[in-house]
């Protein structure tokens, strides 16, 4: 049974960082494209940043370009965001998910397995 637990959201004020984790378990990473999505209740699902298996590419929305940064250790099964000078456009329930195989994968429909989601809410 495949499953990814989130961790690491909470409330920070605007300016401040957080680094979200993503355990997997019932896979092997290294065959998965990882990426972190948000949404807003209500809204649709939005992509925030992907890895290809290697961790040697990364591509994220504009929005976050120079904020965040995704990173993998296929060793511990595990993918992290670190969210730097945090704004509170960036409140939202981020999740984290897989693609088996390889690819830029920007769209929720792409994705194979998703988390349960962690709350990111920044304060103004």
């Known amino acids: 049974q495949v499953q990814l637990v989130e961790s690491g959201g909470g409330l920070v004020q605007a300016g401040g960082s957080l680094r979200l984790s993503c355990a997997a378990s019932?896979?092997?990473?290294?065959?998965?494209?990882m990426a972190w999505f948000r949404q807003t209740p209500g809204k649709e699902r939005e992509f925030v940043a992907t890895?290809?298996?290697?961790?040697?590419?990364?591509h994220y929305t504009n929005s976050v370009k120079g904020r965040f940064s995704i990173s993998r250790d296929n060793a511990k099964n595990t993918v992290y965001l670190q969210m730097n000078s945090l704004k509170p456009e960036d409140t939202d329930v981020y999740y984290c998910?897989?693609?088996?195989?390889?690819?830029?994968?920007?769209?929720?429909?792409?994705?194979?397995?998703w988390g349960q989601g962690t709350q990111v809410t920044v304060s103004s």
């Open positions: 998910a897989a693609a088996y195989g390889v690819g830029t994968f920007v769209t929720d429909t792409d994705y194979n397995y």
């Open positions: 019932g896979l092997t990473l290294s065959s998965f494209t």
């Open positions: 890895v290809k298996w290697s961790g040697s590419f990364t």
